[in-house]
């Protein structure tokens, strides 16, 4: 198993539509269905172009909704939970990194950036152009770099940040003399489908409003379908149609199915079927396989509670990666020292800690739902919590070896420390930890909660 990572960032109005989907979405889900997956929402990077506050929390919001519904149509709830979704502005340690990374980076290799060098061709005024944008691959370097991915999915026009990255994370290895980065391998799929917008001229594009939209409203959607480019030259639907550039047959080809878009073809060159009816079996086919994401961000809109469950525990096991990261950069470049009054580590275990730190300590009652012994293991059982929040926890105990079974949580109320770092665990992260006692024989005895609210807190 790898580990992948992958950010959108919030541009245009932040909605997705099927060419987004065809040219990166589809690709990404099938990775994270068999890859440790980290996938952000790259907010901070919005601020290169958006500098109008509303505009871009209605962007960030909309892609967020888009994003997760994608992920639930099309995954089941163990692949979608094992993904680390989260916003890049949750996690500070990705502008610390681009600091750093600042001190290694040579100017000449951003100014051959693309970005850069494409503001330039526009005849825009180099002193017109802002800093965040000429220093954008840096910002895109440390986003990746902080999680010491593998494998980084991207476009062909993306190809070059990749590169960039490598030869930052490279002279900073060379200089501090030790692997601190891992250099990622970019991802290119070899067939990517360039979607062309249904002007059938420009690729899709919501600039230029040649789009088929996902979330939009049945009324919206069905509008676009029926401005779908076909054949200029048919007069009647009894003449003989051409296939070859009719972008609804294009779009067919990914979403209708095989055996009755073949039909459609046969008919539509002889001339007896309608333009109208090819259309509104589009329009069939994407409310079909569409329907399972739409009904989650259905869902999604109407509960942000449930959103915002998902992006904490996103940041928590971002923030775990992140802090091992920035804890060894500190180390190798000389920030920390014996004087250094901020730490990312822990206290080791045993070490007192303050007041503080215990007030902060979040205990909760939490109902076990299910609870199964986790396969390949034999000492960890797997829970499912509910503590009141809008999606259940997984917690893992490690308590097999003391003659413990499923039998002995399923259906029971205990206490949970829920604020805690997640951490994986034979591929699934354990958000968060079942209270227990010494007993005899050092036997943990688990604090039953029964009588007491779930999700209610413990002072």
Do not use: W
């Not at 980084?152 to 501090?176: C, L, M, S, W």
């Amino acid at each position: 198993m790898k580990r992948l990572l992958s950010g959108i960032t919030p541009s245009g109005d932040g909605s997705l539509h099927i060419g987004n989907y065809l040219g990166a979405v589809r690709q990404f889900i099938e990775l994270a269905k068999s890859n440790e997956t980290y996938l952000m929402v790259a907010d901070l990077h919005g601020l290169t172009t958006i500098q109008d506050k509303k505009q871009l929390q209605h962007n960030i919001e909309t892609l967020v909704l888009n994003e997760l519904a994608l992920l639930r149509g099309f995954l089941t709830e163990e692949q979608f939970r094992s993904i680390v979704f989260f916003r890049q502005s949750d996690v500070p340690m990705h502008t610390e990194c681009q600091s750093v990374l600042n001190n290694v980076t040579p100017l000449g290799l951003l100014k051959r950036a693309h970005a850069y060098k494409d503001k330039l061709q526009k005849d825009v005024m180099e002193d017109d152009i802002n800093v965040g944008l000429f220093s954008y691959p840096m910002l895109m370097a440390a986003d990746i770099l902080l999680y010491r991915p593998d494998l980084v999915p991207v476009g062909k026009d993306q190809k070059q940040h990749i590169e960039i990255t490598r030869d930052i994370a490279g002279r900073f290895n060379r200089i501090y003399k030790k692997d601190v980065f891992r250099l990622p391998d970019g991802y290119i799929p070899d067939e990517v489908a360039v979607v062309m917008g249904t002007d059938g001229k420009r690729k899709m594009s919501k600039s230029l409003g040649n789009v088929i939209s996902i979330f939009e409203s049945e009324d919206v959607i069905r509008k676009q379908v029926m401005g779908t480019y076909t054949d200029p030259t048919r007069g009647h639907a009894t003449d003989p149609g051409h296939i070859e550039g009719n972008m609804v047959f294009a779009y067919l080809d990914f979403f209708g199915d095989p055996v009755r878009v073949k039909s459609l073809k046969d008919d539509y060159r002889a001339g007896s079927v309608s333009d109208v009816e090819v259309k509104e079996y589009l329009f069939d086919s994407l409310m079909t396989f569409f329907g399972a994401a739409r009904t989650a961000y259905d869902e999604l809109k109407n509960n942000p509670g449930m959103v915002k469950d998902i992006l904490s525990r996103g940041q928590a096991a971002a923030m775990q990666v992140a802090t091992r990261t920035m804890t060894d950069v500190r180390l190798v470049t000389g920030i920390t020292t014996q004087y250094s009054f901020f730490q990312y580590q822990k206290p080791e275990s045993g070490s007192s800690v303050s007041i503080d730190e215990f007030a902060r300590m979040e205990i909760r009652v939490g109902h076990v739902t299910e609870a199964k012994n986790k396969e390949g293991s034999d000492k960890l059982i797997r829970l499912v919590v509910d503590i009141g929040e809008t999606v259940p926890r997984i917690v893992f105990t490690g308590v097999r070896g003391f003659g413990y079974t499923p039998e002995d949580f399923s259906g029971k109320k205990f206490l949970f420390i829920t604020n805690l770092m997640y951490r994986k665990m034979m591929g699934e992260e354990s958000q968060g930890m079942i209270l227990a006692v010494d007993g005899a024989d050092n036997r943990p005895q688990f604090i039953s909660a029964e009588g007491m609210p779930i999700g209610s807190k413990i002072r």
